[in-house]
């Protein structure tokens, strides 16, 4: 993709999430983007969002990726085998490496409502098997970009001087951005990054495209800028607008997907499937729910 405007982003394509209704596990269920094409969306992987209340995502592993949950609404309980446990409140995020291997779980906290955006970000090739971490984004100590009509939360990357407390493995900035009505604003985006710009709430005017809740719009690498913006406004004269965007370096590898294991053959899938049901991820963890304390 080539810039239409000198250092201003323009959408290559627009995709519209599927919705998939409830399951064994949650409530309601929709795909916002998957891996149909994994070049396309390189380095992102799947972005799905989910409204559960019991069960919930009891223990599960995870191989060679990140995800990166943030809660929309209610209250979501975590935990992992490698002894994190805690609630996020609406805004908050939890980015979790997987790396070389991580048993974890997602409910509603008191089994009563939570409603999430998870995205798996893959990791490249050389650290697929880099040790597992959790990081918690709370609302006290989130950086915040503020602009007039504008808020801005910055979970990683720099934004106008303001620097998001996820570390990364490869270069990746995701933003979640209010605009009252009418409001605009330029987000800056690395040149070299592919984004993606999910409309949570309102109509947007991204670029030289207006979109609604639920469509997400995408733009690739741009060559010849040393920098460039994507703009934003919101366009509902009565309602203001939410949109993430996430953008990254693409990373250009091979991608094996293998249920909840992202790695880049499938003899590595097979593997990873070995090394779990071998323990070598430990034991599936017999914590206890969260005590009620809220």
Same mark, same amino acid.
């Given at each position: 993709?080539?810039?239409?405007?000198?250092?201003?982003?323009?959408?290559?394509?627009?995709?519209?999430?599927?919705?998939?209704?409830?399951?064994?596990?949650?409530?309601?269920?929709?795909?916002?983007?998957?891996?149909?094409?994994?070049?396309?969306?390189?380095?992102?992987?799947?972005?799905?969002?989910?409204?559960?209340?019991?069960?919930?995502?009891?223990?599960?592993?995870?191989?060679?990726l990140e995800t990166v949950t943030t809660?929309?609404?209610?209250?979501?309980?975590? &935990?992992?085998?490698?002894?994190?446990?805690?609630?996020?409140?609406?805004?908050?995020?939890?980015?979790?490496?997987?790396?070389?291997?991580?048993?974890?779980?997602?409910?509603?906290?008191?089994?009563?409502?939570a409603h999430i955006l998870q995205m798996?970000?893959?990791?490249?090739?050389?650290?697929?098997?880099?040790?597992?971490?959790?990081?918690?984004?709370?609302?006290?100590?989130?950086?915040?970009?503020?602009?007039? &009509?504008?808020?801005?939360?910055?979970?990683?990357?720099?934004?106008?001087?303001?620097? &998001?407390?996820?570390?990364?493995?490869?270069?990746?900035?995701?933003?979640?951005?209010?605009?009252?009505?009418?409001?605009?604003?330029?987000?800056?985006?690395p040149a070299e990054h592919r984004l993606?710009?999910?409309?949570?709430?309102?109509?947007?005017?991204?670029?030289?495209?207006?979109?609604?809740?639920?469509?997400?719009?995408?733009?690739?690498?741009?060559?010849?800028?040393?920098?460039?913006?994507?703009?934003?406004?919101?366009?509902?004269?009565?309602?203001?607008?939410?949109?993430?965007?996430?953008?990254?370096?693409?990373?250009?590898?091979?991608?094996?997907? &293998?249920?909840?294991?992202?790695?880049?053959?499938?003899?590595?899938?097979?593997?990873?499937?070995?090394?779990?049901?071998?323990?070598?991820?430990?034991?599936?963890?017999?914590?206890?729910?969260?005590?009620?304390?809220?």
């Amino acid at each position: 993709m080539t810039s239409q405007l000198t250092g201003r982003r323009t959408l290559a394509r627009i995709t519209t999430k599927q919705h998939l209704g409830p399951d064994a596990q949650v409530d309601d269920k929709a795909l916002v983007f998957m891996p149909t094409d994994p070049a396309l969306t390189d380095p992102f992987l799947v972005l799905v969002e989910d409204w559960f209340s019991t069960p919930g995502f009891e223990w599960h592993p995870h191989r060679g990726l990140e995800t990166v949950t943030t809660v929309v609404e209610g209250v979501l309980e975590h &935990g992992d085998n490698l002894g994190h446990a805690g609630a996020l409140e609406a805004g908050e995020v939890q980015w979790m490496t997987a790396g070389n291997g991580i048993i974890h779980r997602e409910l509603a906290y008191r089994d009563e409502r939570a409603h999430i955006l998870q995205m798996w970000l893959n990791l490249p090739k050389d650290k697929k098997l880099t040790p597992s971490r959790y990081q918690d984004l709370k609302d006290a100590t989130m950086a915040r970009v503020h602009a007039p &009509g504008v808020s801005i939360d910055v979970h990683a990357g720099t934004v106008d001087g303001v620097t &998001g407390t996820a570390a990364t493995h490869h270069p990746v900035q995701g933003v979640v951005a209010t605009l009252d009505p009418g409001s605009s604003y330029d987000l800056p985006v690395p040149a070299e990054h592919r984004l993606f710009a999910y409309v949570m709430s309102g109509r947007l005017l991204i670029g030289d495209r207006e979109l609604r809740a639920g469509q997400t719009g995408w733009s690739d690498p741009v060559t010849g800028e040393a920098s460039t913006t994507l703009p934003l406004t919101a366009v509902d004269p009565e309602r203001s607008a939410r949109v993430m965007v996430y953008s990254g370096t693409p990373l250009r590898e091979p991608v094996a997907l &293998g249920g909840p294991f992202v790695m880049n053959t499938k003899d590595e899938i097979n593997q990873a499937f070995t090394d779990f049901h071998a323990g070598a991820f430990g034991p599936v963890p017999r914590t206890a729910r969260l005590a009620h304390d809220r």
